[in-house]
């Protein structure tokens, strides 16, 4: 029985380390990002800015999605945004983390619809 628990453990560990992410491709510096999520669960993508462009991120689905942004130097992992428009200065050039979460509230399952735009 023991042995039985350590495997599982070992299993969900492994499994909770390689979380999937999506490099986004902006045509014209715009990105539309879509998909379908149920209660509690989320989507990575990741993305590159140069130091200085400006981020801007539409949520048209705010109601029932919210989204973080991280970067392991200026954004720490704090708290999910659920802004239908949020903006920021690119601090440094290099990958972001872009996280996508479908709120408990509403529906059960639902589809998101964002778009991210880099100038």
Not at 18 to 41: C, D, H, P
Not at 65 to 83: K, T
Not at 86 to 92: G, L, T
């Amino acid at each position: 029985m023991r042995q039985v628990l350590l495997v599982l453990f070992a299993i969900i560990a492994f499994a909770s380390v390689s979380v999937a992410q999506e490099r986004i491709a902006f045509g014209n510096g715009t990105a539309s990002l879509t998909g379908s999520l149920s209660n509690g669960q989320v989507r990575h993508f990741v993305f590159s800015a140069t130091q200085g462009q400006t981020v801007t991120i539409k949520n048209s689905t705010s109601s029932v999605f919210d989204f973080r942004v991280y970067n392991e130097v200026f954004f720490d992992e704090g708290d999910y945004d659920s802004s239908a428009s949020y903006y920021f200065e690119a601090p440094e050039t290099g990958d972001y983390l872009f996280t996508v979460r479908k709120k408990v509230a509403g529906p059960r399952m639902a589809r998101f619809s964002m778009t991210i735009k880099i100038k």
